[in-house]
């Protein structure tokens, strides 16, 4: 069995649901494999049993290259599965458990490129540094404590493994998720009149907001920008005029759109409807993440599309995602460009019976083994 292989089967072992996440002891075991290879990394932790590992191969110059990714993952969810989801079973080259794509295979295979690059004795130009987040799939709490340490200063080029088949993404779309409250005033059920009722408000405001037109540039990579309305809560009894309800609205961004200008939109048409329900709002951001787009000619694409080809003997599509990862908190900062290229299918992501291929986790070792050396040949 290859190197990349047991290392994804030993992370899969491991349980990181999140929440709680729990990922220290994935993250010591990841360590462990490093250090017995001679590379050096430390943890940093942000909670208990939770953490982030920096692992870096020096260089004696800026302009690192980062690879990037996490090792906490969804439930396994209510759907029974045919193998059981932390077992790490192989079957007709496939590994199959929760997070063989999203995304222990592609961090086993970042791991593999950095030890193996070490055991060849390559000296990178500037800093390979390889981080392994916590936290994300529910609030990106490790890559927000990765920017906030600067522990990536001077890093010029940073790769996201989650799942794109390795093909080549350069740009994600922006999360904003604003949580609406809208405050009436209660009365009897039956003299609505004497009352000032939330839900009536916030109901008109998700038809509005459905209908708005926020403006946006068309983006051929990212398509248009999104917004649903998932969850809303509101009232107390039938016969009581609710004096509160909450939305919480799901947008996604694209290049150009701005948080602030969206925002005050929300606040034009909700001044608009306190006309006739003449309710107290308030605003909460619950989850922001600006969109990102690498250009097309940077060499970071070109080194990846080239260690596609050279990888895996065939052309990589380039595109965008419509998710945001860990990318969108330590990219924008570094003013770093950013690709997102991994193994695993999109089609797997969160799904029942999640698998990756073997022979694309090999593949991933040396894609992200030759991005490296294109990158950082002193
Ligand atoms: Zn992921």
């Not at 942000?46 to 290259?65: D, E, K, M, T």
């Not at 694409?301 to 380039?318: Q, T």
């Not at 990862?325 to 990219?331: F, K, L, S, W």
Request: hydrophobic share 45%; aromatic share 4%; net charge negative.
């Amino acid at each position: 069995m290859s190197g990349v292989t047991r290392l994804a089967q030993d992370l899969i072992r491991f349980n990181t649901v999140n929440p709680p996440g729990n990922e220290e002891p994935a993250l010591r075991h990841l360590a462990a494999y490093l250090e017995a290879n001679g590379v050096s990394s430390e943890f940093q932790q942000l909670a208990p049993n939770r953490g982030n590992l920096i692992a870096r191969l020096p260089g004696s110059r800026p302009g690192h290259v980062v690879l990037c990714g996490h090792v906490d993952v969804v439930h396994p969810g209510a759907s029974p599965w045919e193998h059981d989801p932390f077992r790490a079973d192989i079957v007709d080259g496939r590994l199959i458990g929760r997070g063989a794509t999203d995304m222990k295979g592609g961090v086993a295979a970042m791991t593999q490129a950095v030890v193996e690059l070490a055991s060849d004795g390559f000296t990178p130009g500037a800093d390979l540094i390889l981080t392994i987040t916590c936290g994300e799939e529910v609030d990106m709490a490790g890559a927000k404590l990765l920017d906030a340490s600067r522990a990536l200063e001077g890093a010029k080029f940073v790769v996201i493994g989650e799942p794109t088949g390795l093909d080549v993404f350069r740009a994600e779309k922006g999360v904003l998720w604003p949580r609406i409250t809208a405050f009436g005033r209660t009365a009897h059920g039956a003299m609505p009149h004497l009352g000032v009722n939330a839900i009536s408000f916030i109901s008109r405001l998700i038809a509005r907001l459905e209908a708005y037109p926020f403006p946006f540039e068309p983006n051929d990579l990212l398509g248009q920008p999104t917004l649903s309305v998932n969850v809303i809560e509101g009232g107390v009894k039938t016969n009581v005029v609710a004096d509160r309800c909450t939305v919480d609205v799901d947008m996604r961004l694209v290049p150009g759109q701005d948080k602030d200008e969206i925002l005050s939109a929300i606040e034009s048409i909700m001044s608009e409807l306190k006309r006739d329900i003449p309710v107290r709002t308030e605003i909460e951001i619950t989850q922001f993440a600006a969109p990102v787009q690498t250009a097309e000619d940077s060499v970071l694409v070109s080194a990846a599309i080239e260690a596609v080809r050279a990888g895996c003997g065939r052309e990589p599509a380039v595109g965008g995602v419509s998710y945001a990862t860990d990318g969108a908190q330590i990219a924008p900062s570094l003013g770093a460009d950013m690709i997102i290229c991994g193994p695993g299918g999109v089609d797997q992501l969160h799904q029942p019976n999640e698998w990756v291929a073997i022979n694309q986790l090999e593949e991933a070792v040396e894609v992200y083994k030759s991005i490296a050396v294109k990158l950082l040949a002193a």
